[in-house]
């Protein structure tokens, strides 16, 4: 047996994208690849051209070790073709086709890598979703998919949120997984399948048959997002940002998009005259967000960022009172965790993966029964940790001490490893 028990395992990761600025499930990937040669296991990373730029700046010395499929007119076809529908509907049917159509060339560029690199393992982060069917299998090595993270509904009072034609597309494409999933047999073939919670395990397709075990989707990076410093070394620290006498300070973190519901706190900064609001991000949403803070008001309290890189981040992370998060449709929900990090408590829709995250020694879940009770949920929670500078402190090192213990990458890492070798060299019953 090897010294190291790594010297055993050499890795292809596998995934649509793999990014860090499109953020998202699409991080993940990029995030097993660098951990992965940060420890010398030899492993691949196989994706879509679109991020290439990106990746070459990332990894200088990984040319060879990143293969990346080309864009090409079908490509940019289907993409047009997905513009005009809803995003449910446009993910489940012209989303779901890019994939495969990825995953099929993907397929032909693994095949070299087991033939002429001694590859024994394929490793599918994303997409995420339990359901997507895959064409990765048929290698002749074992083949894992996830951690997997979805099953998600809107919370009830939000069920009619979408419209009737979406509800029916995204119904339609659920009940069909079964069979597509049999069809496809990459997910019904694949050694073991990887999920965030019971809700997602729950919604795997009938017909896998690889053992299924429960492994967080998201991590953090605890040497990106740190705590306050306390050094004066130039960043105000949060007492500094927090005096008795400075405004709350607020911040949500996230694409600008509709079911992020951001309307929701602007409307309870309404109650709040003193707060102030900082959103960092961009979407398709931002301009009617903006209108609408002018019309409530509240708008010369309010400051859009736009997209910010992570230090900047970091910083007005720490700096902040609380991250407010009000989104009704969220799965993961990575920027609580990266809250929690950087010691700063965090206000979210008791719903999705917050939900998961959040517990009373970290943050604050607020009952998302209706908009109105979204609404007053965040002006209590807002209101309370503005005045009270001993909770936001108890919370944040709540947040903290959660983070290190159950989210950290390299902790998780520590686990991956674990089951890769599992996949690798399954026990003998």
């Not at 990746?55 to 293969?67: H, M, Q, T, V, Y």
């Not at 997910?187 to 048959?209: D, F, Q």
């Not at 006498?245 to 694409?255: D, E, I, K, Q, T």
């Not at 909770?391 to 213990?405: H, K, N």
Request: glycine share 8%; charged share 20%; net charge positive.
């Amino acid at each position: 047996m090897p010294s190291n028990p790594a010297e055993d395992l050499r890795v292809a990761v596998v995934a649509e994208n793999a990014s860090l600025r499109f953020g998202g499930e699409a991080s993940l990937p990029l995030h097993y690849f660098a951990r992965l040669r940060a420890r010398g296991i030899e492993a691949w990373l196989i994706v879509h051209g679109r991020t290439r730029p990106e990746l070459e700046s990332l990894f200088p010395a990984e040319e060879g070790r990143i293969l990346y499929i080309p864009d090409r007119w079908f490509h940019k076809i289907i993409w047009q073709m997905s513009r005009p529908l809803p995003r449910r509907v446009a993910e489940a049917t012209f989303g779901t086709l890019m994939v495969l159509i990825n995953q099929r060339i993907q397929r032909a560029m693994v095949k070299p890598l087991i033939r002429d690199h001694g590859v024994n393992l394929v490793h599918q982060p994303i997409p995420v979703s339990p359901k997507a069917p895959s064409f990765l299998d048929g290698f002749g090595v074992p083949v894992i998919i996830g951690p997997m993270n979805g099953g998600m509904e809107y919370p009830p009072a939000f069920r009619g949120y979408e419209s009737l034609f979406t509800r029916l597309s995204v119904a339609l494409a659920r009940g069909s997984a079964n069979l597509i999933n049999r069809i496809i047999p990459g997910k019904r073939n694949a050694a073991l399948l990887l999920v965030a919670n019971e809700r997602t395990r729950l919604a795997l397709p009938s017909c896998v048959r690889g053992t299924v075990i429960e492994i967080p989707e998201n991590g953090v990076d605890l040497a990106i997002w740190t705590l306050p410093s306390r050094s004066g070394s130039g960043s105000l620290d949060r007492a500094s940002a927090q005096s008795p006498s400075a405004a709350p300070r607020f911040l949500f973190v996230g694409r600008l998009v509709d079911w992020k519901r951001l309307d929701l706190v602007l409307h309870a900064l309404t109650h709040l005259p003193k707060a102030r609001l900082e959103v960092i991000g961009d979407g398709p949403m931002r301009a009617a967000w903006a209108s609408l803070a002018e019309q409530l008001g509240v708008a010369g309290r309010v400051c859009f960022h736009g997209w910010l890189p992570q230090p900047e981040c970091v910083h007005h992370l720490q700096t902040a009172t609380a991250l407010v998060l009000p989104s009704i449709y969220e799965c993961g929900g990575a920027v609580v965790l990266e809250a929690m990090a950087t010691g700063t408590p965090a206000i979210a829709t008791a719903w999705g993966g917050p939900a998961e995250y959040i517990d009373q020694t970290c943050g604050i879940l607020v009952d998302p029964s209706d908009a109105e009770s979204i609404v007053q949920g965040f002006v209590q929670a807002m209101r309370k940790l503005a005045a009270d500078p001993e909770l936001r402190a108890s919370l944040g090192a709540g947040g903290r001490a959660r983070v290190e213990q159950h989210y950290d990458w390299s902790k998780k890492i520590d686990r991956i490893l674990e089951v890769y070798r599992q996949a690798v060299d399954p026990p003998r019953s």
